[in-house]
């Protein structure tokens, strides 16, 4: 047998783990067509289209107060409405200042350590944008000194014109962190579209054993992935997800000014998926 064909038996013969693994791989939104009822299985934590027309409390433990509902034809990506987030930082210094406006979940009650958050993210462009942007904003329960973060980010080069932002991924500067030097240029997120942006982080177990992973999907293709890594020292688990967060000045004092929408947002304990389109 050539060894191509053993490659190929062995784990459908004698790994029964491996189909175990491509299972759990499956995205939930496969199941459901167009996310219809996909807001109702076990594995799925928060599911936000905004149809409700709301930033609705029961789901998000935070609201920047410039944080609305859109409409169509505003840019939305399912249905009539999406969550809008207006970014702008003035003229003049200081020349490092960040303008943070995010809604938030609190997952602290789940005990999370493996965990998914899908959403879908659309940037409008501006005649002045931004250098950085921070998308999806992970932290840790409890915060503060020993916590972990997850940061899921988009950046250009603002004095290139017609420069199109580009992922990447990180955590802050814990010595702990296997993120915490970012990954750069992973795909580029051009303006004026919707994109599907996934993030999975599997916790490892602390304080030191780098059994975690970060995996990051972009419209469904892998983008990123980092196994046998560690990310905490302890048992802290997931607290908030953040959705839209910084603005970055970046070190000089022009003006900045972004307009970001999210639409179906998911939080899950399984791999979400981009929408499936509904079957005919
Ligand atoms: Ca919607």
């Known amino acids: 047998m050539t060894r191509y064909g053993l490659g190929l038996l062995f784990p459908l013969l004698f790994c029964p783990w491996a189909a175990a693994a491509d299972k759990d791989d499956q995205p939930l939104s496969a199941r459901y067509p167009d996310d219809v009822g996909l ?17 609705s409390k029961a789901k998000w433990s935070f609201a920047v107060p410039k944080a609305n509902i859109a409409t169509a034809p505003q840019p939305v990506h399912g249905g009539q409405r999406s969550l809008h987030i207006p970014y702008d930082l003035p003229e003049g210094p200081p020349a490092h200042r960040d303008c943070n406006r995010m809604v938030m979940a609190s ?21 002045t944008p931004t250098a950085q942007r921070k998308l999806f904003y992970l932290f840790s329960q409890p915060r503060g000194e020993g916590q972990w973060d997850v940061i899921v980010s988009a950046w250009c080069k603002d004095t290139i014109p017609g420069d199109v ?56 293709k892998l983008i990123f992935e980092k196994r046998a890594v560690a990310l905490r020292k302890d048992d802290r688990w997931l607290g908030e997800v953040g959705i839209g967060y910084q603005i970055d000045r970046n070190g000089d004092t022009h003006v900045r000014h972004e307009e970001r929408y999210w639409d179906d947002l998911v939080i899950a304990t399984k791999r979400i998926g981009a929408k499936f389109p509904r079957a005919k």
């Open 107 to 127: 997952l602290a009650g789940k005990r999370l350590e493996h965990f998914f958050v899908r959403g879908y993210v659309y940037l409008a462009s501006t005649p």
């Open 165 to 220: 932002p580009k992922h990447f991924i990180l955590s802050n500067f814990y010595p702990y962190s296997d993120l915490r030097l970012p990954a750069w240029n992973l795909a580029p997120v051009p303006y004026d579209a919707w994109h599907c942006l996934e993030v999975e982080v599997k916790l490892n177990t602390p304080p030191d054993r780098k059994d975690g992973w970060v995996r990051l999907w972009l419209n469904d």
């Open 39 to 55: 807001r109702g299985d076990a594995a799925v934590l928060l599911f936000d289209d905004f149809e409700s027309g709301e930033i």
